[in-house]
Each structure stands twice: as C-alpha cells, then as structure tokens.
C-alpha cells in the first residue's frame, strides 16, 4: 500500500488557506497519540494519507498492525485525529477514515456522525472511553518518572533523595517536558515545585518504603510500552511492506 499527501482541485494561484497545509496537517496528527504506546500516530506510521483540496476538504486515512487491533483503542485515534484536523483554521470538512480493520465501519460512521463509542458500538460497549484514556495516561506518567529517574540514579544520586526531589530540581530534557505534558493532561501538579514522585491517580506523593516499589513499577511500566511499541511497528511493517507512514522520519520504524 502506498502512502501519500496531495492537493487536489488547486488552480493556478489558488492556496490552501491558514494551517491547512501538508505541514500543518502533518503537525495536527503529530499530536495524537496512540493511547497505549504513548506516541504519535506518525511516528508510529498509522497514517497512510492525508488528501486536501483548495475549497478545504481534508481526507486523512490511517492502518493499524494488525486487523484485530482493539476497537477502543482505535476510536481513541479516528476520534481525536478527526478533532486535530477538523479544528486547523482552512478546513471546511474533514473525514478520517481507519481501513482494513474489523471494526472500521462502526469507527468510521462513528467518528463522521460525532456519536461516541457507545452509541457507535450500541449493545456493545458499556459507556465511554474517558477512564481508559485516563488509565493509559497515569500509565505514561510512570513511564516518564522512570525516564527521567534513571539517569540520576545511575550518576550515583542516593534513591532514598528521590521523595524529596522536585521537577524544577531535575535538568532539563524532553522527557521532563513530556511528563509535565502527561501530568498537565491528567490535572497533575507540573510546576516547578511539585514533587517528582507521586501517585498518578491521587496526585499524592510516594514517601518512605512506597518509593522503592513506586520506582520497581515505574520502570516496568516503561519496559512494557517501549516492548509493545516495538512488537507493533514490527507488525506494521511485516503487514504494509516496511512502506513509510506520513509524517514518519527515516528511522522511526526502527525505534
């Protein structure tokens, strides 16, 4: 299958107006995230292609791995890469359609008629994905404590210093701002004098004989999104042919 971004329908002169160009598109997609791996859905090479014509009308298409891939988790991505192109100034409609997967119909319907996952998988589902988004995102936040730990711990900073320890005392990096990113998504503390280690679902910190096993599970939770995030893209690209997403850099396959 190959992937690609066109115009269409653009005369001599004529321009897409505002945002709506292959970079702003590409950007806007570049925010959504598959909500298990925590990365974005062209890094990971989901998007397949993204048309546009001059009056403003944007198609984006996307692939999973793997035509079983959870249905949920799926709608999590039409949903909110249909929300980051549709709300780019330029865009008069936009439709964002899943192919080759079990489930594409009721996601596709769903998402272009705005009506949820439980109206689009009626006698299905039992309610909305709000707590699931929530639960893989406490998930990130433990990854990124992890990321931004490990690297303290192994230049010889004494573990039972880390309770104490607050985000402005950490050096800057990007994996600090996307933990601050995570935090800011779930209604976290993220300013300077919050403390490192907290509980993702409480926002409470982690003190005395908790850290140690708060950190142990940090860092298993890193391990199992970076394994699943490699077993995916070697899916990916045994399914499409190692054919490059939009928006995916040389070398992201391989991450």
């Known amino acids: 299958m190959t992937t690609s971004i066109t115009d269409t329908g653009a005369g001599p002169g004529t321009q897409v107006p505002g945002p ?12 959504v995230r598959d909500p298990e791996l925590d990365e974005p859905i062209t890094n990971l090479g989901f998007v397949t292609s993204v048309h546009r014509s001059a009056a403003g009308d944007v198609q984006v298409r996307l692939r999973l791995p793997t035509y079983f891939c959870a249905p949920n988790f799926a709608f999590l991505m039409v949903a909110d890469a249909y929300d980051a ?10 439709e964002v359609v899943l192919d080759e997967h079990f489930a594409s119909d009721q996601i596709n319907g769903g998402v272009a008629a705005q009506a949820g996952f439980a109206r689009s998988f009626d006698g299905e589902a039992v309610g909305e994905l709000h707590e699931l988004r929530a639960d893989f995102l406490r998930k990130a ?12 711990l192994a230049a010889g900073l004494d573990p039972s210093e880390l309770p104490r320890l607050t985000l402005g005392d950490l050096p800057p990096s990007r ?16 300013g300077d004098d919050a403390l490192v280690l907290i509980d993702p679902k409480t926002g409470g910190p982690v003190e005395g004989k908790a850290a140690e096993l708060h950190l142990r599970k940090a860092r298993l939770t890193r391990i199992s999104i970076e394994s699943n995030g490699s077993i995916c893209r070697g899916m990916l690209q045994h399914r499409y042919d190692n054919t490059r997403g939009q928006g995916q850099d040389p070398g992201q396959e391989d991450q």
Do not use: F
């Open 20 to 31: 709506a160009t292959r970079a702003g598109l590409l950007a806007a997609l570049a925010t």
């Open 85 to 94: 192109v549709a709300e780019l100034p330029g865009v008069r409609n936009a």
């Open 175 to 190: 994996e600090l701002d996307r933990l601050r990113t995570r935090r800011a998504d779930l209604g976290l503390p993220t």
């Open 141 to 152: 936040v433990m990854a990124g404590t992890d990321l931004v730990t490990r690297p303290l």
